[in-house]
């Protein structure tokens, strides 16, 4: 672990992360930093491993307690050992979904007042609108309070997350304007006007689900025999969804784009709500 952190896994599973070697000499891997709700499994270049309290050649131990995990033998030359992981257990509670997770982030990393610093009714009414599993997966502990973790988990629910002009952390979801307008603006309040520039409208849209958090080359899995759909699954970085078109976009448009939109989500048909959506 010279020079990083330890690794930081919530929700999931989180598929295929590679553990950090903490002791070489007594086989032992890092996959967090406290409590975890398991390691649901560990393989070496593709080979799954067995669990086992007492381990040897081809098992591994878990200490979810610590998440740690024990080899009972010396892996293969060049080894490759990722995992699927559930992540942090603080406290008690597996938190699995976007908006739970950047609150236990925002409350336990970077030391936010919960429920005074927190939009409780925000990120109430955004779990019951995304309720989906999602896994995010930080190799390097240190990064998982940035910017960018938090914007990967509110784009799982096509979402936005700010401070709220009192301070406190809100989340909500990016949609179509609903209700009664809360203002008009006409020739009298409009000063001036700014065209944008043309954008393509939408013709095709995928999400990514399910990320692969150690994307995979033959040479990492040699000596493993598969069926090439599950080879490839190591080799891929998400599992997309099918297409959605919109048929009058590309009617009107031929040259209408077509998007790949990426999630943190772990299950298909949360990625299949998620482009219906968008």
């Known amino acids: 672990l010279k020079g990083r952190g330890e690794p930081i896994a919530y929700g999931g599973p989180c598929f295929n992360c590679e553990l950090a070697v903490v002791d070489r000499a007594n086989l032992l891997l890092a996959y967090g930093d406290g409590a975890y709700e398991d390691l649901a499994a560990l393989r070496d270049r593709g080979s799954p491993l067995t669990e086992d309290a007492t381990p040897v050649a081809g098992e591994y131990s878990d200490d979810t307690a610590n998440a740690r995990a024990t080899l009972g033998g010396s892996p293969s030359p060049n080894s490759v050992l990722p995992g699927d992981i559930e992540g942090d257990k603080r ?14 982030i925002a409350v336990t990393r970077r030391g936010i007042a919960d429920p005074a610093g927190i939009d409780t009714a925000a990120f109430d009414a955004l779990n019951l609108v995304a309720p989906g599993p999602v896994g995010l997966w930080v190799a390097d502990g240190r990064q998982v309070m ?6 990967a988990l509110v784009a799982s629910f096509a979402g936005y997350w700010g401070q709220r002009r009192d301070n406190r952390l809100t989340i909500g979801r990016i949609g179509p304007p ?4 809360v203002a008009r603006f006409g020739p009298t309040e409009i000063i001036s006007i700014r065209p944008l520039a043309a954008v393509l409208p939408l013709g095709r849209l995928v999400v990514g689900y399910r990320k692969n958090h150690r994307v995979m080359t033959d040479a990492d899995l040699a000596g493993i025999t ?25 009617a009107k448009h031929p040259r209408a784009r077509d998007e790949r939109f990426d999630t943190l989500l772990v299950e298909q048909s949360d990625a299949e709500d998620l482009r219906d959506f968008i």
């Open 91 to 104: 406290g008690g509670t597996w938190r699995r979904t976007a908006p739970d997770i950047l609150r236990e």
């Open 146 to 151: 940035t910017a960018d973790v938090f914007d």
């Open 178 to 181: 609903v209700g009664t307008p």
């Open 226 to 250: 598969w069926d090439n759909g599950t080879r490839d699954g190591f080799k891929t970085d998400f599992l997309l969804t099918e297409a959605a078109v919109h048929a009058g976009a590309q």
